[in-house]
C-alpha cells in the first residue's frame, strides 16, 4: 500500500539542472522526515538531503548550495532541485520516508536514474 515513486531523473550535460520529485502514498506525509539518497555502481548509499516534517533541511556538505530540498504535504510530494551538476552526480536517486520517534517504518522508493555527461 506504501508507495514513493520517484520522477524527474534523466541526462543532463554537466552545469545543467534538474528537477526530482517523490509522490508518496499510503502514509500520513505530513508526519514524516523526507529524504533524498543516492547510490552509484559499486558504491554505497548516501544521503543526499533530508527535510523534516516541520520544514528542517540537512544537506550533505558537498552538495550544500547546489541541491535544493522541498515539500508540498498537500501534494504528498518532495522535491531535490539539482543545480550546476557535475559528472561525479551520476546516481540512481532514492525517495526515503522515515516517521523518526513516531514509528519504526522506513520506506524507500524504486529510484530514477540521473546522468551528467557530456
Known amino acids: 500500500q506504501v508507495q514513493l515513486v520517484e520522477s524527474g531523473g534523466g541526462l543532463v550535460q554537466p552545469g545543467g539542472s534538474l528537477g526530482l520529485s517523490c509522490a508518496a502514498s499510503?502514509?500520513?506525509?505530513?508526519?514524516?522526515?523526507m529524504g533524498w539518497y543516492r547510490q552509484a555502481p559499486g558504491k554505497q548509499r548516501e544521503l543526499v538531503a533530508a527535510?523534516?516534517?516541520?520544514?528542517?533541511?540537512n544537506y550533505a556538505d558537498s552538495l550544500k548550495g547546489r541541491f535544493t530540498i522541498s515539500r508540498d504535504n498537500a501534494k504528498n510530494t518532495v522535491y531535490l532541485q539539482m543545480n550546476s551538476l557535475k559528472p561525479e552526480d551520476t546516481a540512481v536517486y532514492y525517495c526515503?520516508?522515515?516517521?523518526?520517534?513516531?514509528?519504526?517504518?522506513?520506506?524507500w522508493g524504486q529510484g530514477t536514474q540521473v546522468t551528467v555527461s557530456s
Open positions: 526515503n520516508a522515515d516517521p523518526g520517534k513516531y514509528g519504526n517504518g522506513i520506506y
Open positions: 527535510i523534516t516534517s516541520a520544514g528542517s533541511t
Open positions: 499510503g502514509i500520513i506525509f505530513s508526519i514524516y522526515g
